[in-house]
């Protein structure tokens, strides 16, 4: 274990396990007649990322050897997302997650640091008349808790990423190592991924 803390120094691994604040609270499936006042937990609610739409989004236990080599695609970044006002994620317009499009899972997501200041941003936009998000490359509306559903997928990817780095290295390394030491702990470590989850605390 220390030699794989050691590693998550090097490629800057997760440290902190990833929370959702909205985790324990009852799910609303439709975004509709949204208060302009709203409560902590009201927004928790509204945020709140329906169950069976968690699907698209890893387990938090799932090892990361299966997270780097296994797991379907996810989607990328949009970093072009950046430059564009926040509040144009934002509408006014009431959804219905009746209508609420499957494909849009496939589409690139925010940049976590865009994804942030959603979230701080939420409750304000909701007081100034927000019903709904839009994702500008995007023909739709959608319910609020798609900022969660960013958020969640947004930090598997960041963490597939950081994680792919130090597999592919001690992929390569244990191959052409020719100290023995350092051979036995990437082994070590190899195996220890095979098992750990992705969002463990290291």
Same mark, same amino acid.
């Given at each position: 274990?220390?030699?794989?803390?050691?590693?998550?120094?090097?490629?800057?691994?997760?440290? @902190?396990? #990833? *929370?959702? =604040?909205?985790?324990?609270?009852?799910?609303? !499936?439709? &975004?509709?007649?949204?208060?302009? /006042?709203?409560?902590?937990?009201?927004?928790?609610?509204?945020?709140?990322?329906?169950?069976?739409?968690?699907?698209?989004?890893?387990?938090?236990?799932?090892?990361?050897?299966?997270?780097?080599?296994?797991?379907?695609?996810?989607?990328?970044?949009?970093?072009?997302?950046?430059?564009?006002?926040?509040?144009?994620?934002?509408?006014?317009?009431?959804?219905?997650?009746?209508?609420?499009?499957?494909?849009? @899972?496939? #589409? *690139?997501? =925010?940049?976590?640091?865009?994804?942030?200041? !959603?979230? &701080?941003?939420?409750?304000?936009? /909701?007081?100034?008349?927000?019903?709904?998000?839009?994702?500008?490359?995007?023909?739709?509306?959608?319910?609020?808790?798609?900022?969660?559903?960013?958020?969640?997928?947004?930090?598997?990817?960041?963490?597939?990423?950081?994680?792919?780095?130090?597999?592919?290295?001690?992929?390569?390394?244990?191959?052409?190592?020719?100290?023995?030491?350092?051979?036995?702990?990437?082994?070590?470590?190899?195996?220890?991924?095979?098992?750990?989850?992705?969002?463990?605390?290291?």
């Amino acid at each position: 274990m220390a030699a794989l803390h050691s590693l998550r120094l090097i490629y800057q691994l997760p440290m @902190f396990s #990833h *929370s959702n =604040p909205a985790s324990d609270v009852p799910t609303i !499936l439709q &975004d509709i007649n949204i208060p302009s /006042v709203i409560s902590a937990e009201q927004k928790d609610r509204l945020l709140k990322l329906p169950p069976h739409y968690t699907y698209f989004t890893p387990l938090l236990s799932l090892p990361v050897s299966v997270l780097v080599d296994s797991t379907p695609t996810l989607p990328d970044f949009y970093p072009a997302l950046t430059e564009l006002d926040i509040h144009k994620f934002f509408s006014s317009i009431e959804c219905d997650t009746s209508n609420f499009a499957s494909s849009f @899972f496939q #589409h *690139s997501i =925010p940049p976590l640091c865009l994804l942030s200041q !959603l979230l &701080d941003t939420f409750k304000q936009a /909701v007081h100034d008349g927000a019903k709904s998000m839009c994702d500008p490359h995007f023909p739709s509306n959608f319910p609020c808790w798609v900022i969660t559903y960013w958020y969640d997928v947004g930090h598997a990817v960041a963490s597939k990423q950081a994680w792919s780095l130090a597999h592919n290295w001690l992929a390569h390394h244990g191959l052409h190592s020719p100290d023995i030491k350092l051979a036995a702990a990437i082994d070590e470590i190899s195996c220890t991924l095979q098992t750990l989850g992705w969002d463990t605390a290291l």
